[in-house]
């Protein structure tokens, strides 16, 4: 098993240029969420799934749009990126949610917003 | 506003010494875990914990859920090298399915 998987794994923006960023997993998960980690603030919670077809706001929505047409991918998008959207960006899955499953992450993706 | 407080953001000692980090948080939670994340990787789950006051134990690592799931700690005896990296809690709420939130993480260093 892979686990999850992200691509790419590092990626070079022009402020205003638009991407997908892509998550994959192979565990049959049912909850998929994409976070972001900036120095010293830990993850938030950017956008995440409870299921195929559905999505929902997390903590830091804004410039963002996601869709889980697959159960097995997440998808993460920037319409006009931004220089406040360079991160390090986390995809994760768990098999169901009641805030006590485990989360199972990906290796990150490294953007950098010029 | 940050739900998770961590404490200390910091932390440098030398192999052999113990350590304690701190999980703070004026909400309840369902759950509480753990996690170590080292760089250039994903966070890595260590421990869930579930109940008020449980205590946990992974080899040297000891969890602790403070009695009223607001708060917990990790205390690590006789730190390794090994042990390097970033912790992170994270609280869940059985009501609030699919969302967790993270504290800003204790970044620890052991020297050799």
């Known amino acids: 098993n892979a686990g999850v998987t992200q691509t790419p794994k590092f990626r070079v923006l022009k402020t205003g240029q638009s991407m997908t960023l892509l998550c994959a997993q192979d565990?049959?998960?049912?909850?998929m969420y994409w976070y972001r980690q900036d120095p010293g603030m830990g993850l938030r919670l950017i956008h995440y799934?409870?299921?195929?077809?559905?999505?929902a706001k997390g903590e830091v929505p804004d410039g963002y749009n996601v869709s889980r047409l697959k159960k097995q991918n997440f998808l993460l998008g920037l319409e006009s990126a931004a220089p406040s959207q360079t991160s390090v960006y986390f995809c994760?899955?768990?098999?169901?949610?009641?805030?006590?499953?485990?989360?199972?992450f990906g290796p990150g993706t490294r953007l950098t917003v010029l | 506003t940050q739900l998770l407080e961590q404490s200390p953001q910091f932390l440098s000692i030398q192999e052999g010494e113990n350590l304690t980090v701190y999980c703070n948080s004026s909400?309840?939670?369902?759950?509480l875990q753990w996690y170590r994340q080292e760089p250039g990787e994903g966070p890595v789950l260590l421990v869930t914990?579930?109940?008020?006051?449980e205590v946990k134990k992974l080899k040297r690592l000891t969890f602790q859920f403070g009695d009223a799931r607001k708060d917990s700690s990790l205390h690590i005896t006789a730190a390794q090298p090994g042990d390097t990296g970033l912790y992170l809690c994270?609280?869940?709420?059985?009501?609030?399915?699919?969302?967790?939130?993270f504290g800003d993480g204790t970044t620890l260093t052991v020297k050799p």
């Open positions: 994270a609280g869940g709420w059985r009501t609030n399915a699919g969302k967790s939130t």
């Open positions: 909400s309840v939670f369902s759950s």
């Open positions: 799934s409870v299921g195929e077809g559905t999505t």
């Open positions: 914990v579930v109940t008020g006051g």
């Open positions: 994760a899955s768990s098999l169901a949610s009641y805030g006590t499953d485990t989360q199972y």
């Open positions: 565990m049959n998960h049912e909850y």
